[in-house]
C-alpha cells in the first residue's frame, strides 16, 4: 500500500497559488513552447534598477566600517565581524545591525520606533504569516479587515488560520472607505469576534495602486483608535514615489500617538530581491474586549523563533551599507529611491498613458484605477464584459495569452472572503515594473488587438 493519500479527506480544498508565482509558470511554459509572450503581469523589480555587484560592495565596505567603529564590543577586525554575525544569535538579531536599521530608516521617514520591539523577517509576507499563526494559536474568533481586493500575500496565510476571518472592506477611488471599515468593525464585534488588525499597504496597494492620501490615512487611522484595533501597515513600496515635485503623506507609523500601527517594511523593491531583507516594528500589546493583555511582540518573536533558526545577518548589514555613500557619509535611501522612482516613473507613463489613449473612446466598456502614485501596479474594471464577450476576466486572460501572447492578471483572486460573489471576474491587473518600455508598448498593441476583437469594436 502506498504511504500517499490515497483520496483527500472530506472538505479538503487545494491551497492557492500566488498569483505572481502561477503568471510566472504559465511565462516560462509560453515560452519553452517557442512563443514570445509580453508580461503585463508580474509585479516584480526590474533587473535594471540594481546593481548585484555595487550592492556587495557597499555591503562589505559597511562590515569594515562597522569593525572599525567598533559597533560589536571587542571586534574591530572585518574578518571577526564577519565570523561573528554569520553565526547564530536571538531571534532578533544582533543590536548593531537592528540600531543601524532603524536610525537610518527614522531619518529617511521622520519616524519613531524602539529597536526593542523591531524584528527582522524574511520580507514582509513572513510577518504577515507570523501575526496570522500567533492570532489562530489563540484558538478565539479573530477577525481582520482587508480591503476589498486586497493583497495575495494576505489571502494566502489565511488559508492556514481557520480561527482568524477576513471582513472585506469596500475601497473606492480613494482607497479603504473609513464609514464601511467602521460597518464591518461592528459586525465582527457583534458576531463574537477579537478585532486583530487592519491590513493596508498605504503607498502603490497591490493590487489597486493605490496611494492613501493624508486625510484617507487619519481618517482610517481615527476609526481604528476609536475602535482599539490595531493596523498593519505593509510599506513595500514607501520609498517609491512616481510623482515628482509632490509631497507625499507620512507614514501611518510616524502619526501614530496610540501605538496601534504595526509597521512593516520590506526592501525588496529598494535593494536586491533575493536577499530578503525586511523589519517589522510592533509597538504595543493586544488589548482583548474582556481586558485581557496579550504579548503580542514576544508571541510574533516566538512564532518566528519556530520558523528560523538564524537570520541573514550579512544580508541585513549589508542593506546597511546601501544607506551609505563611497566616502563612508550616511545618505540615506532617497538617492537610490530617486534613480528608481524615475525608472518605474517611465515604465508607468509608458503603460498607463498607452492604454488610456487606446481606450479613451469607450469609457462605459473601460475603466481605469487611478494613475498609480507608487507602487507597480493599476487596474482595468469592464462592466459588462461576460456579456459583450461570453468570457470572464479569467477566460479573456488564458484567450490573450494563447490568441496575442500578452499576459495579465484576472483579479478575482484578489478578492478576500465575504467579498460578493463574482467580484473581480471583470477586472484585470497590470503590472509595469518588469518589463522594458519596448515590451511595455507591445504589451499595449496586443492588448488593444484582443480586446478589440474579442469586443468586435475599434480602439484605434
Known sequence: MSGGLVSAPKGFAPSAVSITRYLAQVEQQQRALGRSPVSLAGGKPNPAVYDRDEYNQLAFAHI??????????????????????????????????????????????????????????NGNTQAISLLLQMYNKLGIAVSVFTP???????????QYAKNVRPFAVNIDENGMVPHDLEEQIQTAKKTGFHSAFIYLVPDGDNPSGITLSQERRDALYEVAA??????????PYGYLRLEEGEEYPALMAANDPENIVMHAFSASKIGVPDERVAWL???????????????????????????????????????????????GEFVGLWPQARKRSAFYRNNRDVLFDGLQTALAGHPDLFQLSPKPKSGFVFCLKMPGLQKRTGMDAVELARWLIEKYEVIVTPMAGFYPEGAPVGSGSDEIRFAYSAASPEELRQGVDRLVSGLQTAYSINLG
Open 148 to 158: 476589498s481586493p486586497t493583497y495575495a500575500g494576505v489571502l494566502s496565510p489565511l
Open 64 to 121: 569594515e566600517r562597522m569593525a572599525a567603529r567598533g559597533s560589536v564590543a571587542g571586534i574591530q577586525n572585518r574578518f571577526q565581524l564577519k565570523q561573528y554575525l554569520s553565526n547564530y544569535t536571538g531571534s532578533e538579531c544582533h543590536q548593531a545591525i537592528r540600531d543601524d536599521f532603524l536610525a537610518g530608516y527614522q531619518n529617511d521617514f521622520n519616524v519613531q520606533m524602539s529597536a526593542g520591539r523591531l524584528l527582522p523577517t
Open 281 to 327: 516594528h510592533v509597538p504595543n500589546e493586544w488589548k482583548l474586549a474582556n481586558g485581557q493583555v496579550f504579548p503580542l511582540y514576544n508571541e510574533v518573536v516566538a512564532a518566528f523563533a519556530a520558523q528560523s533558526l538564524i537570520h541573514s545577518a550579512m544580508s541585513l548589514a549589508g542593506f546597511n551599507g546601501q544607506m551609505y555613500n563611497d566616502a
Open 226 to 235: 476609536r475602535n482599539g484595533v490595531f493596523i498593519l501597515e505593509d510599506t
